[in-house]
């Protein structure tokens, strides 16, 4: 004996029926949402097939929505043809997968619906991932050498760090790290690192090419070395232990 009365059918009928109408006039109003025209017809390009793709960029993204959208609505008229079809064969209300009743409350939410809860093939939420995020993480993804073992030449950080230190558009309030207050504290690790370097005293003294004519070249890391050496002289001469300098 069927679960559903002639009533309730007839109630869930005339939903599928409204839903219906309402769609094939959402689709028909705005022609498939702009997909029966041109792409050039949307542009004032000449060509939709320019110089450089972003120069219809917001065009190309709005065409992937409209089909988006098209197939959705789309998908959902043929659900509804099939619930209907269903009505009329009389097998309207029980699941396909495993011919229990559909519980009445679960068709007034999902008219269309086929299945009952259990054998829904919606049920799972995808937890997949797109997969540039496999090349964020960690930051500079792929060009970022810093987690590899004995790998010291130039990389996307070193890169991104000779560009950040011209400035940018962030802020302290847009920092990730807790406790920034400065500009300066916004670099993503010091700028002053010894790039082509083992020693830091290595950034600072030269000679000529035969070995000779020592001389120091004034930058910061000779005068963070100064000023620890008269820190350590000025210890030493108060007895503070001896000079190691």
Not at 60 to 73: I, N, P, Q, S, V
Not at 157 to 184: C, F, H, K, L, R
Not at 227 to 241: F, H, N, P, V, W
Request: glycine share 6%; proline share 5%.
């Amino acid at each position: 004996m069927p679960h559903l009365t002639k009533q309730q059918i007839a109630e869930l009928e005339a939903m599928l029926r409204s839903e219906q109408k309402s769609i094939q006039t959402k689709l028909s109003a705005n022609d498939h949402y702009g997909l029966n025209y041109d792409l050039r017809d949307n542009t004032s390009e000449l060509s939709s097939i320019d110089n450089h793709p972003a120069d219809i960029g917001s065009e190309l993204f709005e065409r992937g929505k409209d089909r988006a959208l098209t197939e959705h609505d789309e998908l959902h008229l043929t659900r509804i043809d099939g619930a209907l079809d269903r009505i009329a064969e009389g097998t309207y209300g029980s699941c396909i997968s495993c011919g229990k009743p559909i519980p009445l409350e679960r068709l007034q939410a999902i008219p269309e619906t086929a299945y009952c809860k259990e054998h829904s093939p919606q049920q799972v939420v995808s937890r997949n991932r797109p997969i540039e995020e496999e090349f964020l993480a960690p930051p500079f993804g792929r060009t970022s050498l810093d987690e590899l073992d004995h790998e010291t030449e130039f990389d996307g950080e070193d890169a991104w760090q000779i560009v950040e230190s011209y400035g940018t558009s962030n802020s302290p309030a847009m920092a990730e790290e807790d406790e920034i207050d400065d500009y300066n504290d916004m670099e993503i690790e010091s700028s002053n690192e010894l790039d082509g370097f083992v020693e830091p005293y290595e950034s600072f003294i030269a000679t000529d090419i035969y070995g000779q004519n020592v001389f120091f070249y004034r930058n910061g890391q000779y005068r963070k070395h100064m000023s620890a050496t008269e820190y350590l002289e000025s210890e030493d001469s108060l007895g503070g232990g001896p000079n190691t300098y």
